[in-house]
């Protein structure tokens, strides 16, 4: 298999293989009018096997809230065609229109234009909160 090279963009590798297409619908790549290539089952020898996306631009999001879908992800910052950052995203302390809140009794639920705002409580445990009803938020 041969997927091409890109030249300004990102790639993100070391995705649990099988989640690839989770982390696709989360950046919403499908809306987006770029190219992108996702590969499933690659082999790898760290992991086994595991999945990778190359996108040709760099999505308008917040990357890091990527370390709370998976800590283990590498996202690779690509510009003229060389590698220029290589990282592992940390959780955000704050994570805005993300996660929505499950609690029925939130203010969330009733009021439409507030955002959906969750604070990080505990690094350790990678969880976060409504910033408004203090909810646990759910898992992805």
Do not use: W
């Not at 997927?3 to 982390?23: C, L, N, Y």
């Not at 992800?73 to 690509?78: A, D, E, Q």
């Amino acid at each position: 298999m041969n997927i091409d090279s890109i030249k300004t963009g990102i790639v993100i590798d070391h995705i649990k293989a099988g989640d690839g297409m989770r982390i696709y619908n989360f950046l919403n790549l499908g809306e987006m009018d770029c190219s992108v290539a996702l590969i499933k089952n690659a082999s790898s020898r760290k992991m086994g096997k595991k999945d990778i996306i190359k996108v040709d631009t760099v999505p308008d999001t917040d990357l890091n809230a990527l370390g709370f879908i998976d800590p283990n992800i590498t996202l690779n910052i690509i510009e003229n065609g060389e590698r220029v950052r290589k990282y592992h995203p940390e959780l955000p302390e704050r994570m805005t229109n993300i996660l929505k809140c499950k609690n029925p009794r939130c203010i969330t639920t009733t009021e439409q234009e507030l955002p959906h705002v969750f604070i990080l409580t505990d690094r350790e445990r990678d969880e976060y909160r409504c910033l408004y009803c203090e909810s646990k938020a759910p898992a992805l």
